[in-house]
Every structure is written in structure tokens, then in C-alpha cells.
């Protein structure tokens, strides 16, 4: 009975510790793999064209100064990588060209998801007249979206169900692992016993044969 109840326990503790976790690892690293603008919109000066999402730092490419060039990238550069997505969240981005006179010119700016990342990491963004980019993010199409919330669209669907088996496997090895550690205890208990059993008993035989060797003598 008290077994149980501490397996229990210990099931308790791994599923409130999984369910925190998952909240703290759902967010991943985008980088950009590469960009090909098709125009520029600063006729004077060499473009500056950068990356911003909606209440974050912008991120100024500085390779990225000619229309119908690919630029491709390592994803180590030093302004990568390009920006972190959230499992639930998608983020409003953008592509822009400094202007100095008026606004700045938009390339695109699109609703950035990191569901719409493929299972291979990829996703193209791709806009007529303004640009071709692509994104590597190897961890988004994993991401355990909204695994404990109540979240309910395909993905997520699929998400948790991937870290609930994942959480099952876990407290199952658990499981096992404790219990074959209290069998191992339970059987060297036993074996001890015996053994001091044995030696107990062969004490009185050799005390036997003392008494014996003794009685012999006399
Ligand atoms: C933006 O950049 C500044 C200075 O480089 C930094 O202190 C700040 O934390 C950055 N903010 C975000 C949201 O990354
Ligand atoms: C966009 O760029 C990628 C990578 O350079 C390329 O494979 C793809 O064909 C391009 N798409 C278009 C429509 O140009």
C-alpha cells in the first residue's frame, strides 16, 4: 500500500515537472537560410534592408544591398540568429528597406507562425515583385505546442499527443526502474539473511564438534 501511494507521488511530481518544462522550452530559433529581393526601393543610395518583428530589436542584413541576387547565409552570421517563434504564438514580421526620406518601404510583412515550418526545418516565404526568403528552424516543427493548455487546433493536437507518449514512456521507465531497484533490495535483504542464517547455524555445528572433541578427550 505504502509502495503505491509513493508511486503515485512520484507520478505526481514527474507531470508537474513535465508540464513546466514544456512551458519553458516552447520557443525556437529561426535563421535565415537565404533572400533574394527582387527590387529596391532607394534609386540614390545603397538599401539598407532589415528584419523586425512587431516589439522586438530590428535586424539590419548587411550583405543585402541588390535586387535579383541570392544571398545565402550560414545561419552563424553575427545578427543571427533571426528571431525566436513561440509555440502558440505567431509573430508579426516584417521585411523593410530604410528609407531616408519618407516611411520605410515594407518588402512583406506577414503573420510569422512556427507552424508553418515544415517537418524538415524550412519555411519560404515568398512574395511576388518583392521577395523570396528562406527560414531554417529545426526545433518548430517539434515544438510541444500548448501541451497543457487548452489550446485545441490540429497541430497542437498531434504536439501532445508526441510529449504525452513521451511522458508516458518516462513514468513507465520510472515505474520499472523503482520497482526492479525495491525487488534487487527485497532479494539482497533476503540473501543476507540467509547467509547470516548459514553462518549462525554452522557456529552451533562447530560448537557441536568442539563439545564433541571435548567429550572425545575426556
Ligand atoms: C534590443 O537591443 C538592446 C541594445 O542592443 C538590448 O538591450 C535589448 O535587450 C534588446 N531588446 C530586445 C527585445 O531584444
Ligand atoms: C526561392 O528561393 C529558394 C532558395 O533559394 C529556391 O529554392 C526557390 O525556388 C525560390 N522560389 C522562387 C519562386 O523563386
Known sequence: MSMNSRIFFRFLVWWIFFSFFSGLISSAVVRLDSIEIYNTHDWITKPTVYFVCKGENMTVLPDVTKANTV???KGEESWQPLTELKSKKCKRCG???ED???SDD???EWEFCASDFKANGKYILFKEKELNVTFTCEECASLPAGTFNTDTNNDNKGNKLRVGIIVLIVLV???VTIFGLMMAYKYWQ???RQQDQARFLKLF???DDLEDELELGN
Open 190 to 192: 533476503k540473501r543476507k
Open 106 to 108: 515594407v518588402f512583406d
Open 205 to 207: 555445528e562447530e560448537g
Open 100 to 102: 531616408t526620406f519618407k
Open 173 to 175: 521507465a520510472l515505474t
Open 71 to 73: 544571398y545565402t547565409f
Open 95 to 97: 521585411f523593410y528597406e
